[in-house]
């Protein structure tokens, strides 16, 4: 680790504010086909888990749902410091692991799919719609858990991802691309998000 980086790890750990315990970061399809895409993310797992985060999400977009099987079987492989889970447009089972990724499952369908579940419990009687709440939702996503943090690479635009989930996120934006993010791009991100002071929508 270079002298730069030391200085941001050392200003990291002596912050007062806590670091951020769910980190999400957003990635292309594309962002995975450059050399060197999976040394980067297995590099960035294991600096979100250095660095205080308990769980870490992944979410890759993709333009063409026929490469899902194939970011599926290769994100699968990657050597991560903790167990993953995977997910895909066709899942339902909701990702419950240290680290989850999302191949594809945008944050519209995974809502839609979630409501439709609502619906049919309520038509079932199963549900009184007088009694729904937020916990309804939450219950029936793929990725039910919320990040405190989400890094953006490469660009300002939001993609379809997580919509529910990060609603109360600290939202991070880089214009380093996803093969060229580093550890002192990560110490950066932490270090915006434990200046700012959370509201969580107040």
């Not at 270079?2 to 292309?28: F, N, Q, S």
């Not at 990702?95 to 369908?109: E, F």
């Not at 991070?172 to 932490?190: I, P, S």
Request: one cysteine or more.
């Amino acid at each position: 680790m270079g002298l730069y980086d030391r200085y941001l790890a050392v200003r990291h750990r002596l912050h007062d504010a806590e670091p951020p315990r769910h980190v999400a970061v957003a990635i292309t399809e594309r962002d995975l086909l450059e050399q060197g895409a999976y040394d980067t993310l297995e590099s960035f797992l294991g600096w979100a888990f250095e660095y205080g985060g308990e769980r870490v999400t992944i979410t890759v977009s993709v333009l063409d749902e026929v490469v899902v099987p194939t970011l599926e079987r290769e994100l699968r492989d990657v050597d991560a410091p903790r167990p993953i889970a995977v997910r895909t447009p066709e899942s339902t089972e909701p990702a419950n692991a240290p680290i989850t990724i999302n191949i594809g499952l945008g944050g519209k369908q995974e809502f839609a799919r979630a409501v439709r579940e609502i619906a049919a419990d309520v038509e079932a009687g199963t549900l009184d719609p007088d009694s729904i709440c937020e916990a309804d939702v939450s219950e029936r996503l793929v990725f039910p858990d919320e990040p405190d943090l989400l890094i953006k690479t490469g660009a300002e635009r939001l993609s379809d991802f997580l919509i529910w989930q990060s609603v109360y996120a600290e939202l991070y934006f880089t214009d380093v691309n996803w093969r060229d993010f580093r550890k002192r791009d990560y110490l950066r991100a932490l270090l915006d998000f434990q200046n700012r002071q959370r509201r969580f929508g107040r």
